[in-house]
Structures are given as structure tokens and as C-alpha cells.
């Protein structure tokens, strides 16, 4: 038996295919859609359940908000043995054209996360597996799902302070199609381990149109963003057993 310290997790009772999602009470909302869901594991904002999604063994895991804790998740289940790791969240549109509701397939990621520099220098790429990114492509299509693919950033900041301000315009200019808080750190420890990555993100505004990037008019719970989470939930799983 060998269990992982932080995670809590059996390493012979995680499947080869995880999807991973920050917050969680998600991971009971992906439970759902499991036969036979069992919890493995619950310790701080990492919570662990396995079940059978048509046929396959497939676990969910929590990894909470922002690159440090989310990469002792993702460290962790690398260890463990896993083969497979899909993240599903949220993120917020930076072009016009990404609109709250829509959902984005992430092929790469700006490495702006606090942890990935620690790991390798930033000219190592934050990329996802090519064969899951075309998955996920087909499954957003065959669902008839509204989604956008292209390189997202992954930033540490959520809220800009007054002295330094927002960089996110900067990489508007740059064709970056949204922003969240992990996914550059796991393609690049995915990457590291020799694990298959990708990550599809539902979108729950655009902060470069909220008040000037106050936040103060940032609404995640919108009926539109709670669908588009549920299909997110679905091109991933789909994608973690094609």
C-alpha cells in the first residue's frame, strides 16, 4: 500500500484516468455522472472519488484554487502511477468572441503560474496531449457545444492591485482566448512525468468587460456558465476514456 501524503489517496486504487476540477463540491456534481461512485480520499480542498463512466474506471479529483496547491495535486497523482489527467474548470474570456457560457479547449498555456518556474525554465513549453485536444474537439461538436480552442493563461493574480494594476490586456493583444489559475502547471508537470494532459474550461465572464477589471460585476452563477459547466464535465469524461 502506498498512500500519498497530502492527497490521502491508495496509489492501487487510483485508476490510470483522473479528471481533476479546483473546487470541491464538483467533484460530488461529476460523481453524479458515475456508476458506482466511492470516495477515496478527502484531506483540506482535495476530495477523491472513483467510479465507472460507460464501462471505464475513472476517478475525480479536487485540487482547489491557484498553481501551488493545485501542483501537489497533480505531483501526487503522477506518483501514484496515473496515465490520464483532464482538467475541468472555469476560466474568464479575454476576445470579444468568448463570451460567459461558451467553453474553451486549452492546446497550450502561458506559463505566468507560480510553481512552474520552479520546475523547469519558462522556454519549456505548457502544452496539451495533441490526441486528447482533437477528443475533446469531436465531443464538443458532437454535443453541438459552443467551444473555442487556443492558448489560455494561467496566472497566480485574480484580483489586480492598484500599484501594478492588470497585465490582461497585454495578453488580449496577444490572441490569448482566456484566463484561469492551473493549467499551465499541468501540462508542465503532466509533461515532466511523461502523463497525458489536456484541460477544457467553461467560461463565467470576461474580466477586461467587468467595470474596468473591478470584478464587481463578475457573476459565476449564471445560468448559462452552470450549463456550460455541465458540458464541460461531459467533453472531458468523454475524453479521459476515448
Not at 486528447?132 to 469531436?138: A, E, Q
Amino acid at each position: 500500500m502506498s498512500i500519498s501524503p497530502i492527497l490521502g489517496i491508495d496509489s492501487e486504487h487510483l485508476p490510470a484516468r483522473v479528471l481533476v476540477v479546483g473546487d470541491p463540491e464538483r467533484v460530488s456534481t461529476v460523481a453524479k455522472r458515475l456508476d458506482s461512485p466511492e470516495t477515496l480520499g478527502r484531506n483540506r480542498e482535495y476530495h477523491s472519488m472513483v467510479g465507472r463512466h460507460r464501462g471505464e474506471r475513472v476517478a475525480v479529483v479536487s485540487h482547489g484554487v491557484g498553481s501551488a496547491g493545485a501542483g501537489v495535486c497533480f505531483e501526487e497523482l503522477c506518483r501514484a502511477g496515473v496515465k490520464r489527467i483532464i482538467r475541468v474548470g472555469s476560466a474568464g474570456g479575454l476576445q470579444a468572441k468568448v463570451r460567459a457560457g461558451d467553453v474553451v479547449i486549452a492546446r497550450a498555456a502561458v506559463r505566468e503560474d507560480g510553481l512552474s518556474p520552479k520546475l523547469v525554465p519558462l522556454g519549456y513549453p505548457a502544452i496539451a496531449d495533441e490526441d486528447l485536444v482533437l477528443s475533446m474537439r469531436k465531443n464538443a461538436s458532437d454535443l453541438g457545444i459552443r467551444s473555442h480552442e487556443g492558448v489560455v493563461l494561467t496566472s497566480d493574480l485574480f484580483y489586480p492591485g492598484e500599484a501594478l494594476g492588470s497585465d490582461l490586456p497585454l495578453w488580449h493583444r496577444a490572441g490569448v482566448v482566456a484566463v484561469e489559475m492551473e493549467i499551465a502547471t499541468l501540462y508542465v508537470v503532466s509533461a515532466l512525468h511523461g502523463v497525458e494532459s489536456a484541460a477544457v474550461v467553461a467560461i463565467d465572464g470576461n474580466p477586461l468587460e467587468q467595470d474596468g477589471g473591478s470584478m464587481e460585476s463578475y457573476n459565476p452563477n449564471q445560468e448559462a456558465v452552470r450549463e456550460a459547466v455541465q458540458s464541460s464535465i461531459e467533453i472531458g469524461l468523454t475524453a479521459l476514456i476515448s
